[in-house]
């Protein structure tokens, strides 16, 4: 009987000494092969073209194009590439990118060989590994409230920033192509959601809590 294909690892990392420590004890497993290496996320999708990688071990705070980006990158190209992040950052905002990026493990470099090695084999499997401080990272974002403003519709949203910029009902109604009636109504339900009693309040509230961020006029 024929023993299976070892599993393909590629490795993304900056540090040298890190990518030369990762693929010693890797190529000591027997079920495991290095299949390529790179140091940025910089033309990293032709590289994995070529590496036919099962699973890529990645960095997160890498110059020219760091992890996160790399790992949006892979999943957009092969929805069905497994990433596990390797890194020695465990911010909540972090964790939670990494896995909305695509990636199916969150590890940290202190983890133990072994540990490396049953994530990349759970990995294959289709199973998720987090480090203790990411899964605690997750619980905190689960149980923290809702943003400001989280429940404001995409008109709102227009709305308000046109708020913000200090139009009137008329203006708003002109530049977004709808009546005074309705513009009326939009700034009713924004008052309302934010928990405010005037337009004053409501353009205050958005640029103290960064409502708006990432909104363009």
Same mark, same amino acid.
């Given at each position: ?7 393909? @690892? ?7 000494? @890190? ?8 190529? $000591? /497993?027997?079920?495991?092969? &290095? ?18 990688? %099962? !699973?890529?071990? /990645? ?24 990433? &596990? ?8 905002? /972090?964790? $939670? ?7 199916? #493990? ?15 084999? #759970?990995?294959?499997? #289709? ?13 905190? &974002? ?8 989280? %429940? ?19 203006? !708003?109604?002109? $530049? ?23 337009? @004053? ?12 961020? #990432?909104?363009?006029?």
């Amino acid at each position: 009987m024929a023993e299976p294909n070892p599993i393909r @690892v590629f490795i993304v990392d900056d540090q040298p000494v @890190v990518r030369q420590g990762l693929s010693a004890f890797l190529m $000591a /497993m027997e079920d495991m092969d &290095i299949c390529g290496q790179a140091s940025s996320g910089r033309d990293l999708l032709p590289l994995l073209e070529k590496a036919s990688a %099962d !699973i890529i071990l /990645m960095d997160l705070k890498m110059p020219d194009v760091d992890g996160l980006e790399a790992t949006r990158a892979i999943m957009e190209h092969d929805p069905e590439a497994r990433v &596990i992040v390797l890194t020695s950052f465990h911010t909540d905002q /972090m964790v $939670a990118a990494a896995l909305q990026a695509g990636a199916m #493990g969150y590890l940290l470099k202190n983890a133990t060989a072994e540990e490396i090695a049953a994530a990349i084999r #759970g990995a294959v499997a #289709g199973r998720r590994t987090l480090a203790s401080e990411a899964t605690e990272a997750l619980i905190r &974002i689960s149980q923290a409230p809702d943003p400001v403003g989280h %429940d404001l519709t995409r008109r709102e949203r227009e709305v308000l920033l046109r708020m913000v910029e200090g139009m009137n009902n008329r203006q !708003i109604a002109e $530049a977004l192509v709808i009546s005074t009636a309705t513009v009326k109504y939009h700034v009713g339900n924004i008052l309302s959601k934010l928990g405010v009693s005037s337009r @004053v309040e409501a353009v205050s509230l958005a640029l103290k809590e960064h409502i708006l961020e #990432g909104d363009e006029g």
